[in-house]
């Protein structure tokens, strides 16, 4: 299958997952020409708190894919996150720096621009998934749960923290998966704190809320959620039963908490996952490689999104510097981004008890390290930490 002029217009490629990973492999995909679909949710799924951007790496792959000057113009611009008691005092002030990075923007915005700039080149097939997958020599055959059955040349996984596709390959997720001892939601309220690009940050020993108004809408604000749990078991696709969770976890919960609730019961957006890590023994099987978080998904903190977007940039790139030949290009996908996706799953592991410590003395504990963290060093000392993971990766020159 060599091909050495990086034209990429023989290859067909199956994406499973329409989410950042997805869309992003698609854009960088058509440049070389390939063939593409990808497939599954009801509609192109545009919820999510919004997820930033650091350092050269990133800045350099974005401006590849074309839409870093998109992005900085769609930029949050998130101001102050201020940690607050019961009756909404201010107890901590984090500089805007700290929490977000260079640029940031919502997750849906970047799924929408990534998709935008795709759809007409690429086979979006919304509503349906992999049923089966059989590895040949001359393809990979795939049968859907709706649509006709379909060979491709190569099936990328990018179906998210839950892969279907790295179930149906690399085997079940007991394996792959593990739980860091909280859960996560987010969802749209309305911002009855009349925040201004701001955020307020409450919590409740192994519980906590967070608003923030970020976007051009002075009404919306976006809550994160964060629990400490054992493992739940529970559908997935059963929205309602994810409210229910939520309820019953953030009853009685101060603050903002009756009016959270309250929003929940409307929310047509809910993000609800574990805050879990993704770790896989190989990234490619045959022709079936995983990208974003079925391959290493994060997790809060980890920058899976930035992750997921070089991870993209370097499947495509190494693909059209193989011409193809996905035994070469798998192999380099893997050794370039297996250590760099490995340093940013190790700097997000505390996210939970950071928003949610156990007890009232850790979150007092909590408190001061905020507070010294917002001192001028550490609040660059910490910036030089993620921006060293962000960018501890050496990307070649890929044909354009
Ligand atoms: C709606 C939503 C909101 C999110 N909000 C946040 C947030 O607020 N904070 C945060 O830290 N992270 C959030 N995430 C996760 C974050 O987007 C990812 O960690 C990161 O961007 C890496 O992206 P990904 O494309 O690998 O995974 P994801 O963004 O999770 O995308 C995976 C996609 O695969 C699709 N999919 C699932 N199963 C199948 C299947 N069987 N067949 C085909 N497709 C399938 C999903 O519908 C989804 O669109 C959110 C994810 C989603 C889907």
């Known amino acids: 299958m060599t091909n050495t002029t990086h034209d990429l217009s023989h290859l067909s490629v199956l994406i499973s997952g329409a989410g950042v990973a997805g ?44 839409i870093w000057d998109e992005i900085h113009a769609r ?14 005092s201010p107890k901590v002030d984090l500089p805007a720096e700290m929490m977000s990075g260079d640029v940031e923007i919502f997750r849906g915005e970047l799924a929408r621009i990534m998709y935008e700039r795709t759809r007409d080149r690429v086979d979006y097939v919304f509503g349906d998934s992999i049923a089966t997958l059989t590895d040949t020599p001359h393809g990979v055959d795939v049968t859907f749960d709706n649509s006709e059955p379909r060979r491709f040349d190569l099936v990328i996984g990018a179906d998210g923290l839950h892969s279907h596709t790295r179930g ?101 957006d809910l993000y609800f996952d574990a805050i879990a890590q993704i770790h896989v023994d190989r990234l490619a099987q045959g022709r079936v490689a995983l990208l974003g978080d079925a391959g290493y998904g994060a997790t809060m903190g980890g ?30 996908y893997e050794a370039r981004i297996r250590d760099f996706a490995k340093g940013c799953q190790k700097i997000s592991g505390n996210a939970g008890p950071f928003f949610a410590p156990p007890t009232e003395r850790r979150i007092r504990g909590r408190d001061r390290m905020y507070r010294l963290l917002a001192s001028r060093s550490l609040a660059a000392f910490f910036k030089r930490l993620t921006e060293k993971a962000a960018t501890n990766i050496k990307l070649p020159e890929y044909p354009v």
Do not use: C
């Open 23 to 66: 869309p992003a492999l698609a854009l960088n995909l058509v440049r070389y020409g390939a063939r593409v679909a990808a497939e599954m949710a009801p509609a192109l799924r545009e919820g999510g708190f919004a997820v930033d951007f650091r350092g050269h790496v990133h800045r350099k792959v974005l401006t590849e894919m074309g």
């Open 75 to 88: 930029q949050t611009h998130m101001g102050r996150q201020i940690v607050v008691d019961a009756d909404g």
């Open 168 to 268: 149906l390959v690399f085997g079940d997720e007991s394996r792959h998966l593990r739980f860091f001892d909280h859960y996560v939601a987010g969802f749209d309220v309305p911002n009855h704190l009349g925040l201004n690009r701001a955020g307020r940050v409450y919590s409740e020993p192994g519980r906590a809320i967070a608003l923030g108004n970020y976007g051009d809408d002075p009404d919306r604000a976006v809550a994160l959620l964060v629990f400490r749990s054992e493992r739940l078991s529970y559908d997935r696709q059963d929205i309602a039963a994810q409210k229910r969770i939520l309820a019953e976890r953030f009853a009685g919960m101060g603050w903002e908490g009756p009016n959270v609730l309250k929003a929940l019961e409307a929310a047509d």
């Open 303 to 332: 920058m899976g999104t930035g992750v997921a977007i070089v991870g993209a940039y370097v499947l495509a790139g190494e693909l059209a510097l193989a011409g193809g030949d996905h035994r070469t290009a798998f192999a380099a």
